[in-house]
T-cell receptor, first 115, second 114 residues
Framework: GAVVSQHPSWVICKSGTSVKIECRSLDFQATTMFWYRQFPKQSLMLMATSNEGSKATYEQGVEKDKFLINHASLTLSTLTVTSAHPEDSSFYIC???????????FGPGTRLTVL | AQSVAQPEDQVNVAEGNPLTVKCTYSVSGNPYLFWYVQYPNRGLQFLLKYITGDNLVKGSYGFEAEFNKSQTSFHLKKPSALVSDSALYFCAVRDHGGDDKIIFGKGTRLHILP
């Protein structure tokens, strides 16, 4: 149980284009989803927290207009990297938890490479 | 503000020997503590957690961790290491009285030597 998927698993795009990453909870209703970014050999950095039907809460220093997060249903959240640049290349990981749960369950991650 | 420290970047253990991966934490209230494991190019897999109750917590794949309030530690242990245990391990903490966010340590790379 508690399976989270991400799509795509990897993506390569040209500078200036936008990329959408999907995060789905497959066997539970995710009232809260989290988006993280991980640089090589580093820990996870929380980008934003999203609750179903509400606007996402972004961490300090994360540009909300660049990283658009939508949590339209209890099983799907999307992260759109707008006008991507090479410095946005990274490993993006989502996690999800259900209401009153204290544990986050993580997706397999999406590797984004911007050329 | 909560924080997590994993003092070792890397731990090397011979296969069959016991292993320990260290973690200390700081929170203002009561902690929720977690261990996750990450294999190359993969997301994090939940291993175990401490919320309340017995200080010794047993988790997946034979791992366990001991909550020590006086030392503010939550070290991960396994009695007999396997080569397949080689991975990156993250300790994480959440303040029980705080928001949803959990804070991760920087990770410890565990190498099990055959």
């Amino acid at each position: 149980g508690a399976v989270v998927s991400q799509h795509p698993s990897w993506v390569i795009c040209k500078s200036g284009t936008s990329v959408k990453i999907e995060c789905r909870s497959l066997d539970f209703q995710a009232t809260t989803m989290f988006w993280y970014r991980q640089f090589p050999k580093q820990s996870l950095m929380l980008m934003a927290t999203s609750n179903e039907g509400s606007k996402a809460t972004y961490e300090q220093g994360v540009e909300k207009d660049k990283f658009l997060i939508n949590h339209a249903s209890l099983t799907l959240s999307t992260l759109t990297v707008t006008s991507a640049h090479p410095e946005d290349s990274s490993f993006y990981i989502c996690s999800a938890r259900w209401d009153y749960s204290d544990t986050q369950y993580f997706g397999p991650g999406t590797r984004l490479t911007v050329l | 503000a909560q924080s997590v420290a994993q003092p070792e970047d890397q731990v090397n253990v011979a296969e069959g020997n016991p292993l320990t991966v260290k973690c200390t934490y700081s929170v203002s209230g009561n902690p929720y503590l977690f261990w996750y494991v990450q294999y190359p190019n993969r997301g994090l897999q939940f291993l175990l957690k401490y919320i309340t109750g017995d200080n010794l917590v047993k988790g997946s794949y034979g791992f366990e961790a001991e909550f020590n309030k006086s030392q503010t530690s939550f070290h991960l242990k396994k009695p007999s290491a396997l080569v397949s245990d080689s991975a990156l391990y993250f300790c994480a903490v959440r303040d029980h009285g705080g928001d949803d966010k959990i804070i991760f340590g920087k990770g410890t790379r565990l190498h099990i030597l055959p």
